[in-house]
Protein backbone atom coordinates (compact mmCIF):
# COMPACT_ATOMS: atom_id res chain seq x y z
CA UNK A 1 0.00 0.00 0.00
CA UNK A 2 2.77 2.51 0.66
CA UNK A 3 4.62 2.39 -2.48
CA UNK A 4 1.06 2.40 -4.65
CA UNK A 5 0.46 5.61 -2.24
CA UNK A 6 3.89 6.97 -3.03
CA UNK A 7 3.59 6.19 -7.07
CA UNK A 8 -0.03 7.71 -7.00
CA UNK A 9 1.60 11.06 -5.51
CA UNK A 10 4.87 10.84 -7.93
CA UNK A 11 2.07 10.32 -10.95
CA UNK A 12 -0.17 13.41 -9.67
CA UNK A 13 2.95 15.86 -9.10
CA UNK A 14 3.79 14.60 -12.77
CA UNK A 15 0.14 15.65 -13.93
CA UNK A 16 0.47 18.81 -12.43
CA UNK A 17 3.58 19.55 -13.79
CA UNK A 18 2.96 18.80 -17.05
CA UNK A 19 -0.35 21.04 -16.97
CA UNK A 20 2.03 23.98 -15.64
CA UNK A 21 3.90 23.97 -18.82
CA UNK A 22 1.07 23.61 -21.13
CA UNK A 23 -0.51 26.42 -19.64
CA UNK A 24 2.32 28.42 -19.79
CA UNK A 25 2.60 27.71 -23.23
CA UNK A 26 -0.55 28.30 -23.86
CA UNK A 27 -0.69 31.88 -21.97
CA UNK A 28 2.48 32.88 -23.71
CA UNK A 29 0.59 32.08 -26.80
CA UNK A 30 -2.43 34.19 -26.04
CA UNK A 31 -4.72 31.52 -25.97
CA UNK A 32 -7.88 30.99 -23.97
CA UNK A 33 -6.89 34.42 -22.96
CA UNK A 34 -10.65 34.98 -21.16
CA UNK A 35 -9.58 32.66 -19.09
CA UNK A 36 -7.12 35.00 -16.81
CA UNK A 37 -10.24 37.26 -15.97
CA UNK A 38 -9.37 40.35 -13.62
CA UNK A 39 -6.55 39.26 -11.63
CA UNK A 40 -6.41 36.30 -8.81
CA UNK A 41 -5.95 36.29 -4.99
CA UNK A 42 -2.78 33.69 -3.95
CA UNK A 43 -2.09 31.69 -0.85
CA UNK A 44 0.91 30.95 1.01
CA UNK A 45 2.00 29.45 4.39
CA UNK A 46 5.20 29.24 5.50
CA UNK A 47 7.87 31.73 3.82
CA UNK A 48 11.46 30.64 4.89
CA UNK A 49 14.48 29.91 3.10
CA UNK A 50 14.29 25.79 3.00
CA UNK A 51 15.85 23.17 5.50
CA UNK A 52 15.86 19.98 3.71
CA UNK A 53 14.10 16.71 5.11
CA UNK A 54 13.74 13.53 3.61
CA UNK A 55 9.84 13.23 5.19
CA UNK A 56 8.70 16.42 4.40
CA UNK A 57 4.71 16.09 3.92
CA UNK A 58 4.09 20.05 4.55
CA UNK A 59 6.04 20.78 1.83
CA UNK A 60 3.43 22.13 -0.18
CA UNK A 61 2.88 24.68 2.49
CA UNK A 62 6.10 26.50 2.22
CA UNK A 63 8.03 29.05 -0.25
CA UNK A 64 11.10 30.71 -0.32
CA UNK A 65 11.32 34.48 0.38
CA UNK A 66 13.53 34.02 -3.53
CA UNK A 67 10.58 32.72 -4.98
CA UNK A 68 8.01 35.04 -3.21
CA UNK A 69 10.55 37.48 -4.63
CA UNK A 70 10.42 36.01 -8.33
CA UNK A 71 6.79 35.60 -7.89
CA UNK A 72 5.85 39.08 -7.19
CA UNK A 73 8.81 40.14 -10.18
CA UNK A 74 6.75 38.29 -12.71
CA UNK A 75 3.52 39.36 -11.94
CA UNK A 76 4.75 42.71 -11.82
CA UNK A 77 6.20 42.13 -15.24
CA UNK A 78 2.87 41.13 -16.36
CA UNK A 79 0.99 44.36 -15.55
CA UNK A 80 -0.66 43.09 -12.56
CA UNK A 81 -1.10 45.62 -10.01
CA UNK A 82 -0.79 44.87 -6.36
CA UNK A 83 -3.69 45.56 -3.72
CA UNK A 84 -5.10 44.72 -0.26
CA UNK A 85 -7.74 42.18 -0.69
CA UNK A 86 -9.84 44.19 1.59
CA UNK A 87 -10.32 46.72 -1.19
CA UNK A 88 -10.42 44.42 -4.07
CA UNK A 89 -14.27 44.58 -4.43
CA UNK A 90 -13.90 48.66 -5.00
CA UNK A 91 -10.77 48.33 -7.64
CA UNK A 92 -12.47 45.93 -9.81
CA UNK A 93 -15.79 47.68 -9.52
CA UNK A 94 -13.79 50.87 -11.62
CA UNK A 95 -10.88 48.52 -13.26
CA UNK A 96 -10.78 49.66 -17.15
CA UNK A 97 -10.61 47.57 -19.60
CA UNK A 98 -7.32 45.30 -19.41
CA UNK A 99 -6.38 46.20 -15.79
CA UNK A 100 -5.22 43.46 -13.65
CA UNK A 101 -5.05 43.26 -10.02
CA UNK A 102 -3.34 40.62 -7.71
CA UNK A 103 -3.26 40.13 -3.74
CA UNK A 104 -1.41 38.13 -1.42
CA UNK A 105 -2.84 36.38 1.87
CA UNK A 106 -0.77 34.22 3.94
CA UNK A 107 -2.67 31.57 6.03
CA UNK A 108 -2.38 30.68 10.12
CA UNK A 109 0.02 33.36 10.97
CA UNK A 110 3.36 31.39 11.08
CA UNK A 111 6.18 33.59 13.22
CA UNK A 112 8.30 33.35 9.28
CA UNK A 113 5.70 35.88 7.40
CA UNK A 114 7.21 38.55 9.66
CA UNK A 115 10.77 37.53 9.14
CA UNK A 116 11.13 36.45 5.78
CA UNK A 117 7.78 37.60 3.92
CA UNK A 118 7.40 41.11 5.45
CA UNK A 119 10.68 41.85 4.42
CA UNK A 120 9.84 40.82 0.50
CA UNK A 121 6.53 42.66 0.15
CA UNK A 122 7.67 45.68 1.78
CA UNK A 123 10.48 46.35 -0.40
CA UNK A 124 8.01 46.18 -3.51
CA UNK A 125 5.34 47.94 -1.63
CA UNK A 126 2.92 44.69 -1.95
CA UNK A 127 -0.16 45.23 0.56
CA UNK A 128 -0.42 41.32 2.49
CA UNK A 129 -3.13 40.07 4.51
CA UNK A 130 -2.17 37.86 7.60
CA UNK A 131 -4.94 35.52 8.25
CA UNK A 132 -4.75 34.57 12.03
CA UNK A 133 -6.57 31.74 13.95
CA UNK A 134 -6.28 33.18 17.55
CA UNK A 135 -6.32 30.18 18.94
CA UNK A 136 -2.94 29.09 17.41
CA UNK A 137 -1.57 32.97 19.04
CA UNK A 138 -2.63 32.43 22.49
CA UNK A 139 -1.24 28.88 22.27
CA UNK A 140 -4.42 26.85 23.72
CA UNK A 141 -4.31 24.82 20.38
CA UNK A 142 -1.72 23.04 18.26
CA UNK A 143 -1.43 22.54 14.63
CA UNK A 144 -2.25 18.96 14.17
CA UNK A 145 -0.53 18.75 10.79
CA UNK A 146 2.42 20.03 12.24
CA UNK A 147 2.80 18.26 15.43
CA UNK A 148 1.84 14.81 13.14
CA UNK A 149 4.64 15.82 10.80
CA UNK A 150 6.95 15.83 13.49
CA UNK A 151 5.95 12.64 15.18
CA UNK A 152 6.16 10.68 12.46
CA UNK A 153 9.67 11.72 12.25
CA UNK A 154 10.81 10.83 15.44
CA UNK A 155 9.76 7.34 15.83
CA UNK A 156 10.21 4.31 14.03
CA UNK A 157 6.59 2.93 13.97
CA UNK A 158 3.60 4.32 16.09
CA UNK A 159 0.81 2.75 17.47
CA UNK A 160 -2.96 4.42 17.05
CA UNK A 161 -6.36 3.38 17.37
CA UNK A 162 -8.62 4.86 14.51
CA UNK A 163 -11.58 3.73 16.01
CA UNK A 164 -11.65 -0.15 15.05
CA UNK A 165 -8.74 -0.91 17.46
CA UNK A 166 -4.89 -0.23 17.81
CA UNK A 167 -2.63 -0.72 14.45
CA UNK A 168 0.99 -0.60 14.42
CA UNK A 169 2.15 1.65 11.86
CA UNK A 170 5.45 1.02 10.66
CA UNK A 171 7.71 3.78 10.01
CA UNK A 172 10.81 3.18 8.61
CA UNK A 173 10.58 4.56 5.12
CA UNK A 174 9.88 7.99 4.33
CA UNK A 175 7.29 6.02 2.42
CA UNK A 176 5.49 4.33 5.36
CA UNK A 177 5.69 7.70 6.88
CA UNK A 178 3.68 9.75 4.83
CA UNK A 179 1.29 6.05 3.60
CA UNK A 180 0.74 6.59 7.87
CA UNK A 181 0.24 10.40 7.29
CA UNK A 182 -2.47 10.06 4.83
CA UNK A 183 -4.05 7.92 6.98
CA UNK A 184 -3.93 10.37 9.83
CA UNK A 185 -5.24 13.61 7.65
CA UNK A 186 -7.97 11.45 6.80
CA UNK A 187 -8.75 10.34 10.28
CA UNK A 188 -9.14 13.65 11.58
CA UNK A 189 -11.05 15.29 8.02
CA UNK A 190 -13.44 12.65 8.19
CA UNK A 191 -14.16 12.61 11.80
CA UNK A 192 -17.33 14.18 13.23
CA UNK A 193 -15.70 15.68 15.94
CA UNK A 194 -12.56 17.37 14.62
CA UNK A 195 -11.60 18.49 18.31
CA UNK A 196 -11.57 14.87 19.64
CA UNK A 197 -9.76 13.60 16.80
CA UNK A 198 -6.77 16.30 17.01
CA UNK A 199 -6.54 15.55 20.90
CA UNK A 200 -6.20 11.95 20.40
CA UNK A 201 -3.24 12.91 18.02
CA UNK A 202 -2.00 14.91 20.22
CA UNK A 203 -2.03 12.49 23.22
CA UNK A 204 -0.06 10.02 21.21
CA UNK A 205 2.84 12.79 20.35
CA UNK A 206 3.02 13.96 23.72
CA UNK A 207 3.38 9.88 25.00
CA UNK A 208 6.85 10.14 22.72
CA UNK A 209 7.68 13.65 24.03
CA UNK A 210 6.48 15.84 21.72
CA UNK A 211 4.49 18.92 23.21
CA UNK A 212 2.03 19.97 20.60
CA UNK A 213 1.82 23.67 21.85
CA UNK A 214 5.58 23.74 21.90
CA UNK A 215 5.54 23.74 17.89
CA UNK A 216 2.66 26.11 18.09
CA UNK A 217 5.37 28.18 20.13
CA UNK A 218 8.27 27.64 17.77
CA UNK A 219 6.34 28.61 14.62
CA UNK A 220 3.15 31.00 14.83
CA UNK A 221 3.09 34.66 16.26
CA UNK A 222 2.33 35.90 19.65
CA UNK A 223 -0.05 38.11 20.47
CA UNK A 224 2.74 41.10 20.69
CA UNK A 225 3.87 39.87 17.18
CA UNK A 226 0.33 40.95 15.47
CA UNK A 227 0.70 44.47 17.15
CA UNK A 228 3.83 44.93 15.66
CA UNK A 229 2.99 43.45 11.87
CA UNK A 230 -0.17 45.65 11.68
CA UNK A 231 2.19 48.88 12.54
CA UNK A 232 3.27 47.86 9.01
CA UNK A 233 0.95 49.63 6.63
CA UNK A 234 0.90 47.27 3.91
CA UNK A 235 -0.07 44.85 6.56
CA UNK A 236 -3.24 43.67 7.73
CA UNK A 237 -4.84 40.63 10.19
CA UNK A 238 -8.01 38.74 9.08
CA UNK A 239 -9.89 36.22 10.93
CA UNK A 240 -9.58 32.60 10.42
CA UNK A 241 -11.76 30.78 13.23
CA UNK A 242 -10.04 30.58 17.21
CA UNK A 243 -9.53 26.76 16.41
CA UNK A 244 -8.98 26.07 12.39
CA UNK A 245 -11.88 23.34 12.74
CA UNK A 246 -13.56 22.97 9.30
CA UNK A 247 -16.64 25.13 9.53
CA UNK A 248 -19.32 23.18 7.66
CA UNK A 249 -18.76 19.98 10.30
CA UNK A 250 -19.85 21.94 13.14
CA UNK A 251 -23.05 23.33 14.57
CA UNK A 252 -24.92 26.60 14.00
CA UNK A 253 -24.20 28.14 16.87
CA UNK A 254 -20.46 27.04 16.91
CA UNK A 255 -19.59 27.98 13.59
CA UNK A 256 -21.06 31.41 14.41
CA UNK A 257 -19.29 31.29 17.46
CA UNK A 258 -16.14 30.53 16.07
CA UNK A 259 -15.98 32.97 13.28
CA UNK A 260 -17.60 35.75 15.48
CA UNK A 261 -14.98 35.58 18.19
CA UNK A 262 -11.94 35.15 16.08
CA UNK A 263 -12.75 38.55 14.79
CA UNK A 264 -13.62 40.18 18.42
CA UNK A 265 -9.97 38.42 19.81
CA UNK A 266 -8.12 39.83 16.69
CA UNK A 267 -9.48 42.97 17.46
CA UNK A 268 -9.21 43.36 20.83
CA UNK A 269 -5.07 42.35 20.16
CA UNK A 270 -4.42 44.41 16.87
CA UNK A 271 -7.36 47.69 17.99
CA UNK A 272 -8.59 46.49 14.39
CA UNK A 273 -11.44 44.97 13.35
CA UNK A 274 -10.64 42.45 10.63
CA UNK A 275 -12.40 43.17 7.25
CA UNK A 276 -11.60 39.77 5.82
CA UNK A 277 -12.33 36.37 7.02
CA UNK A 278 -10.52 32.78 5.39
CA UNK A 279 -12.14 29.52 6.02
CA UNK A 280 -9.74 27.03 7.32
CA UNK A 281 -9.08 24.15 5.15
CA UNK A 282 -11.14 26.01 2.09
CA UNK A 283 -12.53 23.61 0.35
CA UNK A 284 -15.91 22.18 -0.22
CA UNK A 285 -15.96 19.89 2.19
CA UNK A 286 -14.73 22.36 4.63
CA UNK A 287 -16.98 25.50 3.85
CA UNK A 288 -21.30 25.32 2.79
CA UNK A 289 -23.37 28.07 1.88
CA UNK A 290 -23.94 28.54 5.51
CA UNK A 291 -20.68 29.63 6.28
CA UNK A 292 -20.67 31.91 3.36
CA UNK A 293 -23.82 33.42 5.11
CA UNK A 294 -22.27 33.80 8.29
CA UNK A 295 -19.63 35.50 7.10
CA UNK A 296 -21.96 38.30 5.39
CA UNK A 297 -23.97 38.58 8.53
CA UNK A 298 -21.09 39.70 10.79
CA UNK A 299 -20.12 42.16 8.71
CA UNK A 300 -16.39 41.19 7.00
CA UNK A 301 -16.50 42.79 3.07
CA UNK A 302 -14.57 39.78 1.84
CA UNK A 303 -14.34 36.03 2.41
CA UNK A 304 -11.96 33.82 0.98
CA UNK A 305 -11.75 29.56 0.15
CA UNK A 306 -9.04 27.36 -1.49
CA UNK A 307 -11.22 26.94 -4.26
CA UNK A 308 -8.74 27.86 -7.09
CA UNK A 309 -9.63 30.00 -10.01
CA UNK A 310 -9.37 34.00 -11.29
CA UNK A 311 -11.60 36.58 -10.64
CA UNK A 312 -13.99 38.45 -12.78
CA UNK A 313 -16.88 41.17 -12.54
CA UNK A 314 -19.10 38.93 -11.13
CA UNK A 315 -16.64 37.54 -8.66
CA UNK A 316 -18.07 39.77 -6.09
CA UNK A 317 -21.80 38.94 -6.42
CA UNK A 318 -20.25 36.58 -4.01
CA UNK A 319 -17.51 38.20 -2.20
CA UNK A 320 -17.87 35.50 0.45
CA UNK A 321 -16.45 32.89 -1.40
CA UNK A 322 -13.66 34.05 -3.11
CA UNK A 323 -11.50 31.23 -5.00
CA UNK A 324 -7.22 31.20 -4.28
CA UNK A 325 -4.84 30.50 -5.87
CA UNK A 326 -1.83 28.25 -3.86
CA UNK A 327 1.60 29.06 -4.27
CA UNK A 328 2.47 25.88 -4.27
CA UNK A 329 6.06 25.10 -2.57
CA UNK A 330 6.83 22.01 -5.24
CA UNK A 331 6.26 23.94 -7.70
CA UNK A 332 8.61 26.87 -7.13
CA UNK A 333 9.23 28.11 -10.61
CA UNK A 334 8.17 32.21 -11.43
CA UNK A 335 6.79 30.56 -15.01
CA UNK A 336 4.14 28.43 -12.94
CA UNK A 337 3.04 31.61 -10.73
CA UNK A 338 1.98 33.28 -14.65
CA UNK A 339 0.45 29.95 -15.67
CA UNK A 340 -1.56 30.29 -12.57
CA UNK A 341 -2.32 33.26 -13.13
CA UNK A 342 -3.62 32.94 -16.44
CA UNK A 343 -6.36 30.88 -15.43
CA UNK A 344 -5.75 27.76 -17.73
CA UNK A 345 -5.17 25.55 -15.35
CA UNK A 346 -8.45 25.91 -13.77
CA UNK A 347 -10.25 26.50 -16.70
CA UNK A 348 -9.11 23.12 -18.24
CA UNK A 349 -10.00 21.97 -14.95
CA UNK A 350 -13.77 21.85 -15.54
CA UNK A 351 -14.12 20.55 -18.89
Known amino acids: MPIRSVMRQGLKRAV ?90 LDDGYRNNAVHAQPVFTQHRVPFTVFV ?43 QKQAAFSRFARFIQAEMDEAAAIERLDTAARAHGIDPRMITEKLVMREPELKSLVLNPLAAIGAHTVSHRALARLDDGEARREMAESAERIAAITGRRPETFAYPYGDAPAVSAREHRLAKDLGFRAAVTTEPGTLSPRSFDAPMALPRISLNGLYQKPKYVGALASGIPFRLMRR
Open 16 to 105: ITGGLEVAHLAGRAGLMAGARGMGAIFTLHHVRPKTPQAFDPNAHLEITPDFLDAAIRHLADEGYQFVALSDMPARLAIARAGERFAAFT
Open 133 to 175: APGFAARTHGIWWETLAELLRAVPHLEFDFGSGPVTLPLATPF
